[in-house]
């Protein structure tokens, strides 16, 4: 599976998907250039998100808001104080990692042995003479190559909240050497010598300010020494006013915008708010390419509704939106929907449920539905002179098959309210990864005993090239049809190639598996006489004659089939 994924990614970078950004220059770890076949299938994503949301309903308007966000905004919506992760650190590798993504201990039972794997056998002898000198001294090591086995007298393994666990180590010095142990270890060499876990906070935090917050910094730090008073406090006060965030999610523009889409828009509950847009998160661990980077793309959805609809319309949204994505899936079985236990609800939520896919190394997060509640509008009124209630005279349900919380209507008339939100989250780095891994198939011919062939087999609709035309063979007399057919699709708005390469057109074909190209035009001899060329379809191999004008009908029948 592991040897599968990097074959995806080395395509990705051969094919002009996926480049490391910087990368003459050592790149950046976690950030990521998207080429030109991969700029066209985020694009091709987000545009069937958008179609489906936007132009195919009437109840839903999209909004664009400004990345950077004041301080006020994100410490009223609460992620100041609560958008964290926890952080562990490894006191041996030095690594950092979440407790929540990391592993359980391996423990060889039989021999009572826990192993510590190191990258080579030179790091091997370093840390365990760590172990020896500073870690645990005492403790009964054997070191074994790239491997350094610790030796356990004792293990109690916590309980479903990571609290209890302790390992007892053998010890040369009679005193037993104990560790609490919490339920997980460091990822990447199974060590167990672990700080307690501590909250960091996930925002990008800058400043708008053309005075540099550096000479703030050292002048509020050199007048508290002077006052003998907190530091960090006294630089959070100077520094505040011009505090920004890249902002950590799209959502609170939307909320804070409410009053304003409604009034302008003359909509009301229940009616959605659609963003696409970046947002940065200071991951702790980035990892598994574009799955988990500090910088990522959004397509969100707010949807807001009376408090009495609330849990219809999340119902709704859960179903709606798992459609979606096995609508586009070759192995719908590797796609689910998997409900949030309560201690894993962010803080502002009643309800989520995620949508998953099985990625090469497990189940991961590709969508968030939930239920947020009226949290976000009720703090920023809290917060602000802004009034986000709305006032109805009748509060009956908005269509007969809605079910309805009687206990949440107002008694009064006209009933006021705030509306609920149910929110639709969609991580669009993660979509276009989780569509690559579910279209990439390796064949193999029946009696070669070449490699296997690389081909994608995105839907149609979401690849980036969707037709590729060929001349049959590098004659002059051949491009115009092709470059005629060609002409004739690009104005239909699909991306269109001419693979004028003195190849064989067999491989040619190949070629355009590889980057999941669905429809392939070859243009013949006989095309000079008759106008009619060769479509070949990517998933069957079949081909079909027809006149060049009506290969721009043939692709559109296609796409609206899908």
Not at 113 to 129: E, F
Not at 539 to 550: A, C, F, I, P, V
Request: net charge negative; hydrophobic share 35%; aromatic share 10%.
């Amino acid at each position: 599976m592991a040897q599968r994924f990097r074959a995806l990614l080395d395509l990705c970078k051969r094919r002009g998907f996926l480049y490391q950004s910087a990368e003459i220059y050592g790149g950046l770890r976690g950030a990521y250039d998207y080429g030109p076949l991969g700029v066209e299938l985020k694009k091709n994503i987000l545009n069937s998100w958008w179609q489906r949301h936007v132009y195919w309903r009437d109840d839903i308007v999209g909004l664009d808001t400004s990345i950077l966000t004041p301080h006020p905004v994100l410490k009223a919506s609460g992620h100041v104080d609560e958008f964290t992760d926890l952080l562990v650190d490894c006191m041996l590798t030095k690594e950092r990692f979440r407790p929540d993504k990391a592993p359980a201990l391996h423990y060889m039972e039989d021999a009572k042995r826990i192993p510590v794997n190191a990258p080579d056998k030179a790091t091997a002898k370093i840390w365990h003479q760590t172990i020896q000198e500073h870690m645990a001294p005492g403790i009964a090591t054997t070191l074994k190559g790239k491997q350094i086995l610790l030796h356990v007298k004792t293990l109690v393994l916590p309980d479903e909240n990571g609290n209890g666990g302790r390992i007892e180590f053998e010890s040369t010095m009679g005193e037993p050497i104990v560790l609490d142990y919490n339920g997980y270890v460091e990822p990447n060499s199974n060590s167990p010598f672990l700080t307690a876990s501590r909250p960091f906070n996930l925002m990008f935090k800058t400043f708008l300010d053309p005075i540099d917050p550096i000479d703030r910094v050292i002048q509020t730090t050199l007048d508290t020494h002077r006052k003998s008073t907190n530091v960090r406090s006294a630089v959070d006060d100077v520094l505040r006013p011009s505090t920004v965030y890249l902002r950590p999610e799209t959502a609170q523009g939307v909320f804070v915008n409410f009053e304003q889409v409604v009034r302008t828009m003359n909509k009301r509950p229940p009616f959605g708010i659609a963003q696409v847009g970046k947002s940065f998160r200071n991951e702790i661990r980035l990892e598994h390419g574009i799955f988990r980077t500090p910088e990522f793309e959004q397509l969100e959805l707010e949807y807001f509704v009376a408090p009495w609809e609330a849990s219809h319309w999340f119902k709704y949204w859960r179903e709606q939106r798992f459609r979606w994505w096995l609508e586009h899936a070759c192995h719908k079985e590797n796609f689910r929907q998997r409900d949030h236990a309560a201690n894993e609800m962010a803080h502002y939520a009643t309800g989520c449920t995620d949508v998953e896919y099985l990625y090469p190394w497990g189940w991961g997060e590709v969508e968030g539905v939930a239920h947020r509640g009226n949290y976000d509008l009720t703090m920023h009124m809290k917060n602000t002179a802004a009034n986000f209630q709305i006032i109805e005279d009748d509060v009956s349900a908005t269509t007969s098959d809605i079910e309805v919380d009687t206990s949440l209507i107002p008694a009064e008339r006209p009933a006021r309210y705030t509306p609920h939100v149910v929110e639709s989250s969609c991580g669009l780095n993660r979509a276009m990864l989780a569509y690559l891994c579910d279209a990439f198939h390796q064949i193999s011919e029946e009696g070669d005993n070449k490699p296997p062939r690389n081909v994608l087999r995105l839907h149609p609709r979401l690849a980036p090239v969707k037709c590729a035309v060929m001349p049959l063979t590098g004659k002059p007399e051949f491009l115009p049809i092709a470059e005629n057919v060609a002409k004739s699709l690009r104005r239909r708005g699909w991306f269109t190639m001419i693979e004028a390469q003195k190849l064989k057109i067999g491989k040619r074909y190949y070629r355009h598996d590889e980057i999941g190209t669905p429809w392939c035009v070859t243009v013949d001899y006989q095309s000079l006489e008759d106008n009619t060329v060769t479509i070949r379809d990517r998933d069957s191999g079949t081909q079909e004659r027809l006149h060049w004008k009506d290969v721009q009908h043939y692709i559109s029948d296609r796409l609206a089939e899908e």
